[in-house]
């Protein structure tokens, strides 16, 4: 006998077996909407992008239950999350076929199993399961879903995010489905991201003849103290959430191949993982200055992938905090450590984001999988949120 419902197993098996590789949806957002719409959400399809990668996007919302007369509007909760999974890699190194949901040794195997197609079964039978006991709850509740996070994110959760802005649309609380916990579902969530800001450096010389350097401007020599002293900078010292800021340099290109040859440019491209305690206009401007106090001519191309975000404890952490507990007994860790997710659109225009989810060590790996022991705690944790902030409301 599996430790999951066998709702949430089935539907998580469901979805495991749709191969719906960015920026494909392959039917889980139809499946989803069909479960929605019988527990009266109004489902929308968005649909963003070129013909080539066309994305799709769930927007789906159930109202709230107001006594007449009701003056103040009900809070919102959106589960948000991806349908989208990452290529599985050579098919000849799973030990069983990625979109062929199997069980060993108490581990549910597939791609997206952790990452993050069990997160979307839990949300919907957690929703089945808390409008099952209670069917008119203070409280709006939505999903947002979209086949377009392991891609680019253009044309994902960021249009529906500016969709909704543009109607006027109010949301006040907001789970991510992303694998945040370690060991145990419930060990860790993430109540922030840093931000993600590259750039592209290009420093000119002049090429010439390596045996005639007086006729020749050797661009890698002129730009090495600058970045000896960039890799030195302290941006920011961070603060009780997040780490200092960083700058790393990601591929440097200089050379015609030839080893006689001064460069005539080189090109280098470099990532800063920031705080909230630094901006985007304080970084680019700290660099910038620092290029030019070296004399150096270059041309220099930014591009913002994402600000941080920060929920500090409050109303959602706090829920969230007191229903893992309440599951597991974990005290959970908060947490802002790793990549981007589409928490950093969805805070745009919501005031508390927080991810949780099941363990994310075989998150993208060969023979991704997820323990069957997860499945259960992860969907009651969801469950005992929703009635949390129900309670809330009706305080």
């Given at each position: 006998?599996?430790?999951?419902?066998?709702?949430?197993?089935?539907?998580?098996?469901?979805?495991?077996?749709?191969?719906?590789?960015?920026?494909?949806?392959?039917?889980?957002?139809?499946?989803?909407?069909?479960?929605?719409?019988?527990?009266?959400?109004?489902?929308?399809?968005?649909?963003?992008?070129?013909?080539?990668?066309?994305?799709?996007?769930?927007?789906?919302?159930?109202?709230?239950?107001?006594?007449?007369?009701?003056?103040?509007?009900?809070?919102?909760?959106?589960?948000?999350?991806?349908?989208?999974?990452?290529?599985?890699?050579?098919?000849?190194?799973?030990?069983?076929?990625?979109?062929?949901?199997?069980?060993?040794?108490?581990?549910?195997?597939?791609?997206?199993?952790?990452?993050?197609?069990?997160?979307?079964?839990?949300?919907?039978?957690?929703?089945?399961?808390?409008?099952?006991?209670?069917?008119?709850?203070?409280?709006?509740?939505?999903?947002?879903?979209?086949?377009d996070e392991e891609g680019p994110a253009l044309d994902g959760t960021v249009v529906v995010?500016?969709?909704?802005?543009?109607?006027?649309?109010?949301?006040?609380?907001?789970?991510?489905?992303?694998?945040?916990?370690?060991?145990?579902?419930?060990?860790?969530?993430?109540?922030?991201?840093?931000?993600?800001?590259?750039?592209?450096?290009?420093?000119?010389?002049?090429?010439?003849?390596?045996?005639?350097?007086?006729?020749?401007?050797?661009?890698?020599?002129?730009?090495?103290?600058?970045?000896?002293?960039?890799?030195?900078?302290?941006?920011?010292?961070?603060?009780?959430?997040?780490?200092?800021?960083?700058?790393?340099?990601?591929?440097?290109?200089?050379?015609?191949?030839?080893?006689?040859?001064?460069?005539?440019?080189?090109?280098?491209?470099?990532?800063?993982?920031?705080?909230?305690?630094?901006?985007?206009?304080?970084?680019?401007?700290?660099?910038?200055?620092?290029?030019?106090?070296?004399?150096?001519?270059?041309?220099?191309?930014?591009?913002?992938?994402?600000?941080?975000?920060?929920?500090?404890?409050?109303?959602?952490?706090?829920?969230?905090?007191?229903?893992?507990?309440?599951?597991?007994?974990?005290?959970?860790?908060?947490?802002?450590?790793?990549?981007?997710?589409?928490?950093?659109?969805?805070?745009?225009?919501?005031?508390?984001?927080?991810?949780?989810?099941?363990?994310?060590?075989?998150?993208?790996?060969?023979?991704?999988?997820?323990?069957?022991?997860?499945?259960?705690?992860?969907?009651?944790?969801?469950?005992?949120?929703?009635?949390?902030?129900?309670?809330?409301?009706?305080?």
């Amino acid at each position: 006998m599996h430790s999951a419902t066998p709702a949430t197993l089935q539907l998580t098996e469901q979805l495991l077996s749709l191969a719906s590789v960015t920026p494909q949806d392959a039917g889980c957002q139809a499946l989803i909407a069909q479960r929605l719409e019988k527990l009266g959400f109004v489902c929308e399809t968005l649909e963003s992008g070129p013909e080539n990668f066309r994305v799709t996007n769930l927007w789906a919302k159930r109202m709230a239950t107001l006594p007449e007369g009701t003056a103040v509007d009900a809070k919102t909760l959106v589960f948000a999350g991806h349908t989208d999974v990452v290529p599985t890699g050579p098919l000849s190194q799973w030990d069983s076929a990625p979109f062929s949901p199997s069980h060993r040794d108490g581990k549910l195997y597939g791609r997206g199993a952790s990452d993050m197609k069990t997160s979307l079964a839990a949300f919907v039978v957690a929703i089945e399961e808390f409008l099952h006991n209670t069917p008119a709850p203070t409280l709006h509740i939505a999903l947002l879903l979209t086949s377009d996070e392991e891609g680019p994110a253009l044309d994902g959760t960021v249009v529906v995010c500016n969709t909704l802005q543009a109607r006027g649309e109010v949301l006040d609380y907001c789970i991510v489905g992303e694998p945040t916990s370690v060991e145990r579902t419930g060990d860790m969530i993430k109540n922030g991201r840093r931000g993600t800001m590259s750039g592209k450096l290009t420093v000119k010389g002049v090429q010439g003849h390596i045996a005639y350097p007086h006729m020749a401007d050797n661009p890698i020599h002129r730009v090495a103290p600058a970045l000896a002293e960039l890799v030195g900078v302290q941006w920011d010292a961070g603060n009780a959430y997040f780490p200092p800021t960083s700058w790393q340099i990601s591929n440097m290109h200089g050379g015609t191949g030839a080893s006689n040859v001064i460069p005539g440019e080189v090109v280098i491209d470099f990532n800063f993982r920031f705080s909230t305690e630094s901006s985007p206009q304080s970084l680019q401007s700290r660099l910038a200055a620092i290029l030019d106090k070296h004399g150096l001519r270059y041309d220099l191309a930014w591009t913002l992938g994402g600000l941080p975000f920060l929920t500090p404890p409050g109303t959602l952490v706090d829920a969230v905090r007191d229903a893992i507990r309440d599951e597991t007994g974990l005290e959970t860790q908060l947490s802002t450590t790793g990549g981007t997710s589409d928490g950093r659109f969805l805070a745009q225009i919501c005031p508390q984001v927080i991810e949780l989810g099941p363990p994310n060590a075989t998150i993208h790996k060969i023979n991704e999988y997820v323990a069957l022991a997860d499945i259960e705690p992860l969907k009651n944790i969801y469950r005992r949120v929703l009635e949390r902030l129900h309670t809330q409301a009706q305080a």
